[in-house]
């Protein structure tokens, strides 16, 4: 077992003074440690994001307005100031290789700049053809494939809002999303392909333009192949024509100049347990943000090649594609991560040279259990690891058998804000399982159950200043209130995240999981990630969902669900052996009551485990009424939960001390 804050890696004084987050404060005079730069940065956040527009050379106006007024949740930041996110990802030499397509069947396409420069400047002319304007909406369901990219960039340009869905996302769950934004175009792929098998799509294609009265047309993109028939019969009824037709004429590429709020992009929660919230980003925060984050805390620049496995269905795919903004080369990859093999994205980043390598923490240690040990990789510098807390043992493997002298960043943050609050910057050590800082900008806090913010103690995860990436507002939502609800309900004027953080004295942290599905035992709370830091290290073991029943005042079960691994066998001796490391590990209080074998853990379309639906299963709500299927990886296993029956009355910690093996 690793122990958690082993050092693993230190940055030598050649990459600190190399690193951009460093040259960034030598310009500002404010050479001194992280921390330092950390604290100047969120005691005087208008001269920190002041700096950022400046130091970046941002294209556009920044106005004579103040760069923040108002207090949160109601902040406004840079008013008279004009932007447009396309403009800022487009400049830059026009030789520069922008953007590398990789599928799971080995096709690679490239665009240089100019390339992608003239696609945008083409389906923006298509767009226009349409009637697409400033404010309207751009929806998309298609996968991490150089058509999103340029369809996004061409309706930014416009000052039209993008949305995107991947096409693994079922008829409802894209309906329930794309139909809160009324949107003027639909973007669809006849089919995708995934694991080496071809998904027809182009039905549900159809049934989802049918739910979307404002559409003027439909966009085919051939992904699987010619869509002839398809677009024949949408001709006749919903105005449809393939992605040549969009793009088949010349376009000037002119960016509209929008205020800084203007609205980018929607994103959408999970909607696993409701109608998914649509999250809207404006342009300004999020070329300040990504510029900030990308460049200080990844250490991207000209000559990086940056991948992030994820589909459009994810924040990630919208944060990779900020790469451009840094004028990093990006690479966009379609298909399964363990397609041939599950060495499928390590074999990716040696062969296309990648430099900063990010990926979800379940990838890592499903590399890890399969005992991988990529070679290679010579141009890699940096690893991110995000969508779940990245146990020690994860760490450990990085370094032990990927590479030893990269930077390993776990980053933690969400949809919400569309970047990370807390990271890694190459200036500071990488330690197991310990996050290095918070990020630049973000004043996150650890607050007890008194509101009271705390160190060395775990917490609420709390941001208590604003940042420009978070949400202008919810759509559809004019008085705001859905939005406050959202993040500002249990304390006024402060974010909290929902999710359990234990900062460090040294400034760094700990996440230990989703704080709505605590593990409370005998008044000892405890995050969800540690319990499967301890459950997973088993070889046996694939996959792993805890869930505790107890409801407010009232101590329930504590049941373990595991997903065997390859030649694995479910047995007395393996539950014994669970209970022991669970028992020794943690504590007796969090011994299980039962422990069942399941065939998959439910998890969400970008694989984060499914605990509020789980835990409502069990507590009595109807599987149909406890998560949208649509939402979901793997819908079909939630009929392996159930209601523990019969239940038992609450136990004795005492003899939950006497007896637990």
Known sequence: MVE?????????????????????????????????????????????????????????????????????????????????????????????????FRDEAGNRRTYTLGHLREEVGRVRAGLVRLGVGRGDRVAAYVPNIPEALIAFLATASLGAIWSSCSPDFGAPSVIDRFTQIEPKVLIAVDGYRYGGKAFDRSGVVREIAAKLPTLAATVWIPHLGSVASVVGESRTGEGGLTWEDLSGETGELVFEPVPFGHPLWVLYSSGTTGLPKPIVHGHGGI????????????????????????????????????????GAT???????????????????????????????????????????????????????????????????WVYSDVKADVQLGSF??????CTGFVGGVPSLPVR??????????????????????????????????????????????????????SYFADYPGVWRHGDWIKLNPDGSCVIYGRSDS??????????????????????????????????????????????????????????????????????????PDEIHEVPGIPRTLSGKKLEIPVRKILLGTPVEQAANPDAMANPEVLRHFHPPCPPHPPRDHAQVRDQAP
């Open 518 to 591: 605590t593990l409370n035992r005998g008044g000892v709370r405890m995050g969800t990630s540690e319990f499967y830091r301890v459950v997973e290290r088993f070889e046996e073991i694939a996959d792993s969902l805890v869930i505790d029943t107890g409801r407010l005042g009232q101590e329930g079960r504590l049941l373990l669900y595991v997903t065997l691994a390859e030649g694995g066998a479910f047995s007395d001796d393996l539950v014994s052996r669970l209970k022991g490391a669970l028992r020794s590990e943690l504590s007796p209080r969090h011994v």
């Open 330 to 396: 990006v690479v966009l990859y379609d298909g399964s991560a363990a397609h041939p093999g599950p060495d499928a994205l390590w074999r990716l980043a040696d062969e296309e040279g990648v430099t900063y390598f990010g990926t979800g923490a379940p990838y890592i240690v499903a590399s890890m259990k399969a005992g991988l040990k990529p070679t290679g990789l010579s141009r890699l510098k940096g690893i991110g690891s995000t969508g779940s807390p990245l146990p020690p043992e994860g760490f450990a």
């Open 412 to 417: 933690s943050g969400g949809t919400d804000v």
């Open 432 to 485: 197991a399982g310990v996050i290095p800082c918070r990020c630049l900008g973000a004043m996150v806090e650890s607050f007890d159950p008194s509101g009271a913010s705390v160190i060395g103690e775990v917490g609420e995860l709390v941001v208590t200043q604003p940042m420009p990436s978070m949400p202008v507002m919810f759509w559809n939502d004019p008085s705001g209130d859905r939005y406050r609800e």
């Open 287 to 326: 070329v300040l943000e990504h510029l900030k984050s990308l460049s200080f805390h990844q250490d991207l620049g000209d000559g990086d090649v940056f991948f992030w496995y994820t589909t459009t269905g994810w924040m990630m795919w919208n944060y990779l594609i900020g790469g451009l903004l840094v």
């Open 4 to 100: 958690e804050g082993a050092l693993l890696w230190e940055p030598t004084p050649e990459i600190v003074r190399d690193a951009r987050v460093t040259r960034y404060a030598d310009r500002l005079g404010r050479s001194g440690t992280y921390d330092d730069i950390w604290q100047w940065s969120v005691d005087h956040p208008a001269d920190f994001w002041t700096s950022v527009w400046d130091y970046f050379g941002v294209v556009g106006e920044r106005g004579d307005g103040p760069v923040i007024s108002g207090t949160m949740p109601d902040v406004r930041w840079f008013t008279g100031a004009t932007i447009n996110y396309a403009a800022n990802a487009l400049r830059g030499d026009s030789d520069h290789l922008a953007v590398i």
